[in-house]
């Protein structure tokens, strides 16, 4: 079973920019797509980003299409998440997770999840 740890987020202003990072414990990433979400006190959890196993194909929500960049390196067993021109509304906890496919990212059908890390954009 893999675990993850993210890591990377802070406080910043908005217009700056923050790479997040998730970290495979324990696990092979490789074997898996990969996927970004956050959420926001008071709201659920919503899909952000996510990349084939290929490494080939990214999916992005349309809020961030234009400012997020996912990537992952498998020879470090590292996702990562590079936010641009952040946002107030971007505030969230971020979290990463796995699945067989992009589809399944997006359904969190793999139930495996980090712990998150505390993203928080002022203005």
């Known amino acids: 079973q893999v675990q993850l740890v993210e890591s990377g987020g802070r406080e910043v202003q908005a217009g700056e920019s923050l790479r997040l990072s998730c970290a495979a414990s324990?696990?092979?990433?490789?074997?898996?797509?990969l996927g970004w979400f956050r959420q926001a006190p008071g709201k659920e959890r919503e899909f952000v980003a996510a990349?084939?196993?290929?490494?080939?194909?990214?999916s992005y929500a349309d809020s961030v299409a234009d400012r997020f960049t996912i990537s992952a390196d498998n020879a470090k067993n590292t996702l990562y998440l590079q936010m641009n021109s952040l946002k107030p509304e971007d505030t969230a906890r971020y979290y990463c997770?796995?699945?067989?496919?992009?589809?399944?990212?997006?359904?969190?059908?793999?139930?495996?999840w980090g712990q998150g890390t505390q993203v928080s954009v002022y203005s």
């Open positions: 990349i084939s196993r290929s490494r080939l194909i990214p």
């Open positions: 997770t796995v699945g067989t496919n992009i589809a399944t990212v997006k359904k969190t059908s793999s139930g495996v």
């Open positions: 324990a696990g092979t990433l490789s074997a898996y797509a």
